[in-house]
């Protein structure tokens, strides 16, 4: 099992920006990717592969969200900009299977989250 902590969240003016910062565990390189928690409902945001030579967005963040990866440090980052207080959420990242047929069940293993409120 892959072991994965986030930070960077925190509270944030609409407009603003936040990198979040996930620490992977592992000395095997994996696919991994970022969603956010709501209440009720998981929402992808953004994958990259191992090698960093292909990403994924959710049509709704593509342009103000940006994935990134350092494999020398284990890091996977999520840059959020613009943001808006409907992105208020926790944010999760993870192992993520790019062959599954939907994206937010193609996570595995995930941290707690960090959270990001965004205030208007």
């Known amino acids: 099992q892959v072991q994965v902590a986030e930070s960077g969240g925190g509270l944030v003016q609409a407009g603003g920006s936040l990198r979040l910062s996930c620490t992977v565990s592992s000395g095997t390189l994996y696919d991994m990717g970022w969603f956010r928690q709501f209440p009720q409902e998981r929402e992808f945001l953004a994958a990259i592969s191992s090698d960093a030579t292909r990403t994924h967005y959710r049509n709704g963040v593509r342009g103000r969200f940006t994935i990134s990866r350092s494999n020398a440090r284990n890091m996977v980052y999520l840059h959020l900009n613009s943001l808006k207080p409907e992105d208020t959420a926790m944010y999760h990242c993870?192992?993520?299977?790019?062959?599954?047929?939907?994206?937010?069940?193609?996570?595995?293993?995930w941290g707690q989250g960090t959270q990001v409120i965004v205030s208007s």
């Open positions: 993870g192992t993520f299977d790019f062959g599954y047929h939907n994206d937010e069940g193609a996570f595995r293993d």
